[in-house]
Structures are given as structure tokens and as C-alpha cells.
């Protein structure tokens, strides 16, 4: 890789770099140890890549816990605004929220 990157004209910074293993629940463990010289990557457990929480089993286990809190507060703003505000109103309160804290 270090190659590809030098002749491409690219550097490859090892710091900033996350290396993360995919494995599923049967697959034996095996270590993986990614270095260039003196410098070694840190093998990482979860990540985040786009915007979203992944981890090295890629389920929504983290991605849940960081939705649900948000979608409390966003389901708090609506019941909230029920009694005082019409359907249409209370409406895109719902979708302003929840369509951010989803997307």
C-alpha cells in the first residue's frame, strides 16, 4: 500500500489511519498487526465512517445507542407541542426531528 500511495503521489498518514477487522461471531479470532517501519496502526473496535458508528461485527448496537437519546428529546418536542399546536404544526415538528436524527 505504502508503495501504491508513494507512486500515485500520496502520503499515507499511519495517526490518522483506523484499521478495523470485520469478523462475524463464528469466525476464529486472529490478530492483525498493520505497520509501516517503526509506526503500527491501532486496531480499533468501532469507528466512525460517514457519519455512522461501526464496529468490527457490523451490527446497529452502537448506532442505536447514540439514536435513541436524541429520539427521546424529538418524541419529548412533539407530545409536547400536541395539545398546544395544530396536526399540520406538530407534523413537521416530527419530521424536522426525526428525519435529522435518522438521516
Known sequence: MIEWFAASKLVLNLDKTNIMKVITKNSPHSALHIGYKED???????????????????????????????????????RSK???????????????????IVK
Request: proline share 2%.
Open 82 to 100: 400536541i395539545c398546544i399546536s395544530d396536526m399540520n404544526t406538530v407534523k413537521s415538528i416530527h419530521c424536522a426531528y426525526f428525519h435529522s
Open 40 to 78: 503500527n496502526t491501532e486496531r480499533m473496535v468501532n469507528t466512525k465512517s460517514l457519519g455512522l458508528q461501526i464496529d468490527k461485527n457490523i451490527n446497529w448496537k452502537n448506532r442505536i445507542e447514540q439514536v435513541v437519546p436524541k429520539s427521546t428529546a424529538a418524541s419529548y418536542a412533539v
